[in-house]
């Protein structure tokens, strides 16, 4: 039976081990501290944990919740209390974390990346990949993640969360699988995870220029479902910020609401930063001169710069329908551009099926892919949405060819009529 006194025992040596260890292997990154820990000694400016980390006696009751702390180390020989600093060393480490792992510390270590990096040389149940999966998942879930920004922000936490969403890989809905992407595209995807794995070893050959993405494209081709359903596929929390809405009525906010954002992406790192609307720097650029706006994009432009998925374990992705409108000094940010054009015949006939997937139905989807020349992803469930409905209005659950050829003809009509309403208006 582990005594109250033993088991804040333990986590003070638990908390110690892991910062005497992050301090020790340069390869481990903050990401790899489990979230109190981490939070503790978050460096704001730096977005990061600097090393080395000292740790004292407020620390430890910070993070481990505990008192007694300095009787309690007292009465473990392996630790030092320092009586001027209040910092708490380990005078002889191996025997610490002998002791340690002599406490049924099994599972503790299995959900600690730091230690496991550690232990996994002396215990083949114990893998540091498998612990940072189980960390990361923790610094994701929706009510660690509010609650770190609380803890993070305080009273600030409320107003920051009008400029953007902040939603943990399970809250996001869209999900990769429901998308119909080309070749390339996945491809650009799986760089990207793959650079989001081997930060480390990017950072140590010195390779900085990546991940800053730019998805481009006309509305309805699948940028914004992307970004989105990439949080859920590299299980990352999703920072989604709308340009319109940091760029305020306040211009005189603007520039300290940019900062704010990119300075909380660099906190819940690592996490995927989405810019919305980016066309919106370009808009506001030609609209007028005013100074205040020209501040805004300049900063927006710096932070863009100032932020690295190898420092920092941010991916930045960007998405515009309007990329004739960005000028050279907004494109040079990026470092990859990743296209989302109207589909194909092809990929036509593979969404169509996609988006049919669950719905009985007898189709020659190749017939409908011709006739759906021009439309984009979001026309086509559009047209799907419809033949469902007026299916339903017959009490039908099964779909005809007719069904969806009807479908696509209204959906013809109304775009028609649509254009024209627009030339009567211009
Ligand atoms: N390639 C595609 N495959 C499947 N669905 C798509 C595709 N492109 C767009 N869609 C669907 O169209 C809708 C609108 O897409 P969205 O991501 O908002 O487009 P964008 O941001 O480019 O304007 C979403 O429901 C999305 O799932
Ligand atoms: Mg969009």
């Known amino acids: 039976m582990p005594q109250p006194e033993r088991s804040a025992a333990f986590e003070i040596v638990e908390a110690l081990l892991t910062v005497e260890i992050y301090n020790r292997i340069q390869k481990l990154t903050e990401a790899d501290l489990p979230p109190d820990i981490r939070d503790r000694f978050l460096d704001g400016e730096l977005g990061g944990v600097r090393r080395p980390i000292l740790i004292g006696v407020e620390d430890i009751r910070t993070i481990c919740q505990v008192d007694n702390i300095e009787s309690i180390v007292a009465d473990l020989p392996f630790l030092r209390l320092d009586e001027g600093t209040s910092l708490i060393t380990f005078t002889e480490f191996d025997p610490g974390a002998t002791w340690f792992a002599g406490q049924d510390a099994l599972e503790a270590i299995q959900s600690n990346p730091v230690l496991a990096h550690y232990f996994s040389k002396f215990d083949p149940d114990v893998s540091y990949p498998e612990a940072r999966v189980v960390n990361q998942s923790i610094l994701a879930r929706q009510k660690g993640l509010h609650a770190r920004i609380e803890k993070l922000y305080g009273e600030e936490a409320e107003s920051l969360l009008k400029l953007v ?68 596929w590299f299980m990352l929390p999703l920072v ?74 941010v991916l930045l992705i960007a998405a515009t329908n309007y990329p004739q409108l960005l000028d050279h000094a907004a494109w040079r940010r990026f470092d990859k551009v990743m296209s989302f054009s109207v589909p194909d015949d092809d990929m036509r006939c593979r969404i169509l099926t996609k988006v049919l997937e669950k719905i009985d139905a007898e189709l020659d989807v190749a017939e409908l892919a011709k006739k759906t020349e021009g439309f984009t992803g979001s026309d086509l469930r559009l047209v799907v949405r419809e033949a469902v409905l007026n299916a339903l209005l017959q009490d039908r659950k099964r779909l005809t060819q007719a069904d969806l050829l009807r479908a696509v003809a209204q959906f013809d009509k109304r775009n028609a009529e649509h254009r024209q309403g627009n030339n009567v208006q211009a």
């Not at 996945?186 to 900085?208: D, F, N, P, T, V």
């Open 165 to 232: 969403s902040i939603k943990t890989p399970e809250e996001v809905r869209n999900s990769l699988e429901d998308l119909v992407l080309t070749s390339d595209q996945s491809e650009e995807i799986a760089k990207a995870g793959k650079a989001l794995e081997h930060r480390q070893y990017l950072k140590s050959i010195g390779l900085h220029e990546i991940g800053k993405i730019l998805f481009v494209g006309p509305p309805g081709t699948g940028k914004t479902t992307s970004a989105r359903a990439l949080s859920r």
């Open 240 to 313: 989604e910020v709308r340009l319109s809405m940091i760029i305020s009525a306040f211009l005189g906010e603007t520039a300290k609401n940019i900062d704010s954002v990119f300075m909380l992406a660099k906190k819940l790192n690592p996490c995927i930063l989405f810019i919305d609307e980016f066309d919106f720097v370009a808009k506001s650029r030609a609209s007028d001169d005013h100074g205040a706006i020209k501040r805004a994009v300049n900063t927006l432009l710096k932070a863009i710069d100032d932020i690295s998925l190898v420092e920092d374990g």
